[in-house]
């Protein structure tokens, strides 16, 4: 399984909202969709660095070209997860990214212990509006990248983050007075398994049989709870299902999610009702799940895990 956790991955947490963290970002782009292929399909790529200067995430996305990083063309951005390369220490739990092509704005979002408070975890999230340069090759394929400086050189750019309220671990009524905090999720102990020929691709619709869908775990940053998420049948790659309660206890609060396997995005919903019945309502995120799936020893048979991957709801 992949894991991004470091032993040394903590940042401090004593000055809470409001504290700043900033990230330098290596190598920035956006591809629109390959003319060769059918799938429409837009992919943003960014890398973070270590202030060293060497590659420390690796943040990639992708979507239909129309959505233009927004679930359907809506009001949800999609988050995606940023890979550590292990080229350094890391100093968070878990790191996302989302891009406004509209905008032309990338979000970061990132998960940390905090060295301070024994048992919490911290969140930040930041944004950085980029100045692209995008070019339209020959064969009809487009690309942008930072528009270069005066001189012709790369631009440094950094994208800061600010530590947001969180409620880690603590559950809290979503009816309770705190409309100054934000809703977010971490996607735990993600499973999957299914058949591939060799020499197919994960992107035919057509290759893979015999999927499972998605197992996982799901904890909520907003009221603290844990859920366990299993698909129901039947499907045709789109898998939904209900989420379950992780310590079989009775709650005023569910969740659900939907996995379209054929775009690798994850819809998560999370709903609840006041315990005194007055009112409900409902929040929920995306996000394109990036998993390492490995073949097994002479057989057609992948198995695809990811360690926890966090997902928010709008840019802060």
Known sequence: MRNKLQVDAARPCSSSDGAGFE??????????????KEDGLATFAAS???????????????????????????SRLIWGECIFTGAGSGLDNTV???????????????TFTCSDAEGLEGLAIGSIELNLNCTTTDEGSS??????????TRPELNIATTSIPSNPGNATSPCADTSGQYWSWSVEDWFRKYKMEPGATPTDPNAIHADTGPWFTL?????????????????????????????NETTTTTASFVFNSRLNTLLISERWTCDDGSSSSEASGILFMQAACNREFNSDDFTCTSGPVWLGTEGV
């Open 48 to 74: 973070l660095r270590s202030s060293f200067g060497t590659p420390l995430y690796e943040c990639v996305l992708q979507w239909p070209e129309a959505w233009a990083g927004w679930y359907e063309g809506g």
């Open 96 to 110: 996302s990214s989302a891009f406004d092509w509209n905008s032309t704005t990338m979000y970061l979002a990132h």
């Open 23 to 36: 990230y330098p970002l290596g190598d920035v782009r956006y591809d629109g969709p390959d003319p060769s």
């Open 143 to 152: 690309y942008c990248v930072p528009e270069s400086t005066s001189s012709g």
């Open 219 to 247: 904890r909520s940053w907003r009221t603290g709870n844990t859920f366990d998420c299993s698909p129901s049948a039947p499907h045709d790659g789109i898998f939904v299902g209900p989420c379950s309660s992780s310590r």
